[in-house]
């Protein structure tokens, strides 16, 4: 007699474990996905210098685990042409030429970047609102050596690396059992690249919107 109750007991104490274990193994998801985007950047003058990043399309990779509405964590690679027009804030036209041209840089770049996120999420029927912030590395590579400016005069370039802090929000959308559709905005916030040794970086801190639509592939 005295077992049964024990057994009784320790079902009635073990039920909610095992139903929130359950519940977590279906609430957890672990995915890949591949995204397309497109990134916008404003312009930002400083020391002395304008600095005009272009707007370009770019792929996004991401390697995401979710355990639980505030565990869920994420690692991403990303590649943008990061395109970068140098001009001075001002210059002083000497009287009586005309036209008076500033001088310029405009370096051809890519833009390589990897980070990893943090991700709240909930997930309803069959989706799933999140929201993520993070950090990484920003590297910001001149496509080979280039000469161009305005004055003609040949520059060099370098390779900028810089951290990067990342925030976004987005939703899962499940249209099939393992396969489904991403929607997010990605924000990034990073110090503005040095990429030639005709000016100096404005050193302002430089802000890209990335919205985007992918696939995942729920593993």
């Given at each position: 007699m005295g077992s049964k109750w024990m057994l009784r007991i320790l079902l009635l104490v073990g039920a909610p474990?095992?139903?929130?274990?359950?519940?977590?193994?279906?609430?957890a998801q672990t995915d890949v996905a591949g995204s397309l985007y497109g990134a916008f950047s404003g312009t930002t003058n400083g020391d002395g210098t304008v600095q005009s990043p272009s707007?370009?399309?770019?792929?996004?990779?991401?390697?995401?685990?979710?355990?639980?509405?505030?565990i869920g964590y994420e690692g991403t690679y990303s590649y943008n042409r990061?395109?970068?027009?140098?001009?001075?804030?001002?210059?002083?036209?000497?009287?009586?030429?005309?036209?008076?041209?500033?001088?310029?840089?405009?370096?051809?770049?890519?833009?390589?970047?990897?980070?990893?996120?943090w991700?709240?999420?909930?997930?309803?029927?069959?989706?799933?609102?999140?929201?993520?912030?993070?950090?990484?590395?920003?590297?910001?590579?001149?496509?080979g050596s280039q000469s161009s400016s305005t004055t003609?005069?040949?520059?060099?370039?370098?390779?900028?690396?810089?951290?990067?802090?990342?925030?976004?929000?987005?939703?899962?959308?499940?249209?099939l059992p393992h396969l489904g559709l991403r929607l997010q905005y990605r924000g990034n916030l990073y110090k503005a690249p040095n990429l030639t040794n005709l000016f100096t970086s404005t050193g302002a801190f430089m802000h890209t919107s990335e919205p985007m639509i992918g696939v995942f592939f729920r593993l």
């Open positions: 474990g095992l139903a929130g274990l359950g519940n977590n193994a279906a609430f707007n370009s399309a770019g792929a996004l990779l991401e390697v995401r685990h979710i355990s639980n509405p505030l990061a395109n970068e027009v140098y001009s001075p804030i001002s210059i002083a036209c000497p009287v009586g030429l005309i036209p008076c041209s500033s001088p310029l840089a405009a370096i051809s770049a890519n833009a390589h970047e990897l980070t990893a996120d991700l709240a999420s909930v997930k309803v029927s069959s989706f799933r609102p999140f929201a993520l912030a993070g950090g990484g590395i920003l590297f910001d590579v001149p496509a003609s005069v040949s520059s060099t370039t370098s390779t900028s690396t810089k951290p990067v802090f990342v925030y976004g929000a987005g939703l899962d959308w499940g249209l």
